[in-house]
């Protein structure tokens, strides 16, 4: 199967209910993250709930929330048709009492190998800043 992969992870002391704040509240993204200029979601944040993300200077992006478990973890899929980017973005408490926030990207699809090379580099290059900035919000 072609398929174009990242992960990346890192710790924070918040606990995994004050990041789980933060990713909830789509509306407010901006606020912490840079790669977001303007986000509308069309619900509640839930399966099945979509949302456009437009990141700085760019077109904006339609997104589906495939996952949700409340303080665990949510997976966003933007489908092109002949490839996919899917997002999972999980909290686990550390027996240290830190929780690891780990931010991971597929490209699936027919089109994967010539687009995740070029795409998946653009999609996950601030993904170390984002989590920074996600974290420090969250430490509050």
Known sequence: MN??????????????????????????WPTWNDGVEKIEIDG??????T?????????????RLTEVVPDELFTDVMDAGDFV????????PLPTGLTR???????????????GPQLGPAITADFPDVVAALA?????
Do not use: C, N
């Not at 949302?51 to 997104?63: H, R, V």
């Not at 980017?85 to 686990?92: I, K, S």
């Open 85 to 92: 980017v899917r997002t999972v973005h999980r909290l686990e």
């Open 3 to 28: 398929m174009w992969e990242y992960e990346y992870s890192a710790e924070t002391t918040a606990p995994p209910a004050a990041i789980w704040r933060h990713w909830s509240d789509v509306a407010a």
């Open 44 to 49: 509640p944040f839930v399966v099945g709930t």
């Open 51 to 63: 949302f456009t993300m437009t990141p700085p200077g760019d077109e904006p992006i339609q997104m």
């Open 101 to 115: 926030i780990t931010y991971r990207t597929e490209i699936t699809g027919p089109a994967a190998e010539q687009v």
């Open 136 to 140: 420090k919000v969250a430490e509050g």
